[in-house]
């Protein structure tokens, strides 16, 4: 999990960017997770349902975003899943 995490804070950057961009240009913007941690299985379901150690990962990284972002004006809300 540490790759992910890795990427995880990289794209957080990507999205600080952004929200640079979305101020300059007076967008809001919507923070989707489109991928948790896990991904889907062969059925389509969301295999963090059914790992533990991957839904806290995902608890973890929603505090990141929103600890992070909370101060933000142009987020205008939040797609966890």
């Not at 890795?6 to 923070?31: G, H, P, Q, T």
């Amino acid at each position: 999990l540490a790759w992910y995490q890795k990427w995880f804070d990289s794209a957080l950057d990507e999205l600080e960017n952004v929200l640079k961009l979305a101020r300059k240009l007076k967008l809001w913007i919507v923070i989707d997770y489109h991928d948790p941690p896990g991904a889907r299985d062969e059925n389509n379901g969301i295999v963090m349902y059914t790992n533990k150690t991957l839904h806290d990962l995902w608890l973890k990284q929603w505090k990141q975003i929103a600890t992070r972002f909370k101060d933000e004006p142009m987020v205008w809300g939040y797609d966890l899943i």
